[in-house]
């Protein structure tokens, strides 16, 4: 049991590559262990009864791949609106390859990183198995089916996504995730075959230890030395040998330490990574190699102090993501996660929560690279459903090794600090919450019990819903996951009033907000007066027949879900305790599906800091201002209102004692921030103009901000992220076009369509423009603007060169702009 537990079904997490370098020519004729098997795949979507005779209605793609985002919408789709009103249904995929004769001596597999949903697969006719979890990786071994030399092979990929829904917002359909082949000798190290802690670090010197396991195919007894090395930028820095046998068809597990002298610790601020290349070799020879990227950092979650990260008080600033990718849909692509990340970087934040759901490998390669707090999180939900076709139905056979696989392939990721067995389950009330509880803390804790577990729980106690300030000093009942004993941090999904009586209700717990705020809004789009809060839906449980006839939600920090805060109100309550360590916002992004307060026709969600082209809503420069030094003065709203209507100016700021607001050349005041306040507001007709912000301190000008009055729209800017990316067929620009008027002044309420061309060796991946109401698609080549901005993303073939992108409206000025490929 153990042997098959580690060799089938695996997820593939890094690239075990050769590491070349001056000290180790032998290891450096090593072949890489796996290569991609993305491309050249073929695609039908339909029922199996039509597949055999619809030979020409397959299609040549490359995944990942969701189809889902290809279709149009609809609130008819089973999925429902809050699925994102997109299609599911029964696709298939299948793909023809050939492997050299020399390989039949060795072990070949394949390895989905996530297949959504309910995936079977078969491999020369012959069944592999099923797997009903879309988010989760799997492997299965090739080697007894395969030909070799001439004859082909053909795997054949069944998805079912047409239960719907079974999801709580949109999860997109098909092979997603990158997928790969591996090829090893019988000899080697399984997937997930190592395991590396730092059980002693100082800024002096860190005990590493490194667990291996190996596996043994070969039908004789076997002898060799596994040696470990630790690099740190490519420089060797330590090495350890350790003799080995093992027997034939077993299993085998070796543990070696390390220790580094003056080590570079992992931080958020300057996330320093190793690597560990653990070699097989027998009689001599390098058999196997396999990495393992790590760092090496002490952490603790106090009592009084909150996170404690390298001895140093570190406040978890954190943002909750789903997995799609915008415009992309749930197709895994790097440069798009790393994106988002750098977006979020930008302003402050230092942690990320997968919600709800283990994430694909590659954010947490970027989390690892970039400096993020992860909250790796496993389930939506347990036993009880949330939706009809959820992964309830799956839960009694799959919950214990879909637990384990999301540990074994994500533990020596050195950003994730908390695993999180649950989100918002109706069983936490329960004792059979409680007993589920403990059962996955125990499993977490057999697996990696080097890092605190918890749950995202609305709330931990029980609250009186009418006594909105909570200022009890007697200790509350906690509910009944919360009183389990299982959880090392309790998790809070809002309840923001009771944050303060932590320590009463829980004095031998941490804390940490794992969901807060769902704060809603619409970029561009402003209400006023600006002062007043809005609560939308006015109850979780009642339908929401107010709002705005457009499906509008104001972009000042105004309007909120009843069981959620304004941005301002939960960030004041956060920041002013060290014993809360930290929290997650809800989102750092908006996400398709789930459009509150609204159905259709909005089809995604209100709830993001930034849009779901990635254009920043206000509120960004809020925590901007709060979360980073440098400088923020950011005014808001646009100036094109009627004249003589009263209007609302808000501006964040940060290391500045006053800002000074101007219309036209007239001073309109100085204003201070008092007490908590985290902006200040001038009201007063309006008058078109320039608006202008001086921010001082000391009585010395630190920035200066000027909105205009814009007039018609007259012409097109295009701004790429990158202007030369990579020619490898994945490489993304992110083209942000502006509609202005003639000097260059956003058109703040230009909607045009706007229409793109692509010459040379690039493609359009996908347009918006952040609006939670468009129907138009995403994988389109025009897109109507909101607010004056629409993105299109330019995906780079394989041939360097130039690519000319023109972007056209009617009535207004064209704009190019070229990328090269390199």
């Not at 690239?15 to 290569?35: D, G, H, P, T, W």
């Not at 077993?250 to 992992?266: A, F, K, M, R, Y």
């Not at 000074?660 to 007709?685: A, C, I, Y």
Request: hydrophobic content about 35%; glycine content about 8%; proline content about 5%.
């Amino acid at each position: 049991m153990l042997q098959k537990r580690y060799i089938f079904p695996a997820l593939i997490l890094f690239f075990s590559f050769l590491y070349s370098c001056e000290n180790s020519s032998s290891e450096a004729r090593q072949v890489e262990r796996k290569i991609s098997f993305n491309e050249d795949w073929q695609f039908f979507l339909g029922d199996s009864s039509k597949m055999a005779s619809s030979e020409a209605q397959w299609r040549t793609l490359n995944v990942p791949h969701d189809w889902s985002i290809e279709g149009d919408f609809s609130p008819e789709h089973p999925a429902g609106v809050g699925g994102g009103a997109l299609p599911g249904g029964l696709g298939w995929y299948k793909k023809s390859f050939t492997l050299a004769a020399k390989d039949s001596t060795k072990l070949t597999a394949v390895t989905f990183d996530g297949v959504y949903q309910d995936s079977e697969i078969w491999i020369n006719g012959s069944y592999l198995g099923n797997r009903p979890n879309g988010y989760i990786g799997f492997q299965y071994d090739l080697t007894p089916y395969l030909n070799y030399g001439d004859e082909q092979n053909e795997i054949l990929v069944k998805v079912n996504n047409a239960d719907q829904p079974n999801s709580r917002w949109y999860s997109g359909s098909g092979i997603y995730r990158n997928v790969w082949l591996e090829q090893t000798d019988k000899l080697h190290v399984p997937q997930w075959g190592t395991f590396v802690t730092t059980p002693k670090v100082s800024r002096d010197s860190a005990l590493v230890q490194v667990e291996v396991r190996l596996a043994n195919k070969y039908s004789g007894v076997k002898n060799g030395i596994l040696e470990t090395s630790l690099y740190y930028k490519d420089q060797e820095v330590a090495s350890v040998t350790a003799e080995f046998e093992i027997q034939a068809q077993d299993t085998s597990e070796v543990t070696q330490q390390i220790t580094v002298s003056q080590p570079q610790l992992w931080s958020t601020e300057d996330p320093q990574l190793y690597s560990a290349v653990t070699r097989i070799k027998v009689e001599g020879e390098v058999i196997d190699q396999y990495t393992t990227q790590f760092g090496i950092r002490d952490f603790k979650f106090d009592l009084e102090k909150g996170f404690i990260l390298n001895g140093e008080q570190v406040k978890i600033k954190g943002v909750n993501n789903h997995h799609d990718l915008g415009p992309l849909g749930a197709a895994v692509n790097k440069r798009a996660i790393e994106r988002q990340l750098e977006i979020m970087k930008e302003m402050g934040v230092n942690g990320i929560r997968t919600a709800h759901n283990p994430p694909a490998p590659e954010l947490l390669e970027l989390t690892d690279k970039m400096g993020f707090i992860v909250m790796a999180e496993s389930f939506d939900m347990w036993e009880r459903a949330k939706t009809e076709n959820d992964y309830s139905n799956f839960w009694d056979e799959w919950h214990e090794r879909d637990m384990k696989d999301m540990l074994l392939r994500d533990r020596n990721h050195p950003s994730i600090f908390i695993w999180s067995i649950g989100n918002e389950v109706p069983e936490q009330w329960s004792e059979r919450g409680a007993e589920i509880g403990r059962e996955l803390a125990r499993i977490t804790k057999e697996v990696d019990p080097t890092r605190p577990v918890t749950a995202g729980m609305n709330p931990p106690v029980h609250t009186n819903e009418d006594d909105v300030t909570l200022q009890f000093d007697e200790p509350q009942q906690p509910n009944a996951l919360a009183g389990s004993g299982a959880l090392d941090l309790i998790g809070y999904n809002y309840a923001h009033q009771t944050y303060p009586k932590h320590q009463v209700n829980f004095p031998n717990t941490p804390f940490i907000a794992t969901e807060t705020t769902s704060a809603l809004a619409t970029r561009g789009y402003y209400e006023f007066p600006s002062d007043t809060t809005k609560i939308w839906p006015v109850r979780w449980d009642l339908p929401f027949d107010g709002g705005n006839a457009d499906n509008t939600v104001s972009a000042f920090d105004q309007v909120r879900t009843p069981w959620g805060s304004t941005h301002e109100t939960t960030w004041k309550i956060i920041k002013k305790h060290d014993f809360l360590s930290g929290f997650y916002i809800w989102t750092g992004f908006d996400y398709l599906g789930e459009p509150t307060p609204y159905g259709w026709p909005s089809r995604s969600s209100y709830f993001g800091i930034v849009d779901l082209a990635g254009f920043p809503k206000d509120s960004y420069y809020m925590y901007k201002s709060e979360w980073t030094n440098e400088p923020v003065l950011h005014l808001l709203p646009h100036w094109n209102w009627e004249e003589g209507q009263t209007v609302d100016v808000w501006a964040y700021y940060n290391n500045a004692d006053e800002v000074e607001l101007f219309l036209n050349g007239e001073s309109m005041g100085t204003k201070k921030k008092q007490g908590d306040d985290l902006h200040v507001m001038w009201r007063f007709p309006f008058k078109k103009g320039i608006l202008k912000a001086v921010s001082r301190k000391d009585g010395q000008v630190v920035l200066e901000r000027e909105v205009k009055t814009a007039g018609e729209p007259a012409m097109l800017k295009m701004q790429p992220d990158r202007q030369t990316i990579k020619a490898d067929g994945q490489d993304l620009s992110f083209i942000t076009v502006n509609i202005t008027d003639e000097d260059g002044t956003i058109a703040p309420r230009a909607n045009n369509v706007i229409h793109f061309e692509v010459t040379g060796n690039a493609e359009i991946a996908g347009v918006a423009s952040g609006d939670p109401t468009s129907h138009e698609s995403f994988k389109g080549s025009s897109h109507s603007a909101l607010s004056g901005k629409v993105l299109v993303i330019i995906r780079a073939g394989k041939e360097a060169g130039p690519v000319e992108v023109t972007a056209t409206a009617n009535g207004l000025q064209k704009a190019t702009t070229t990328i090269n490929l390199e």
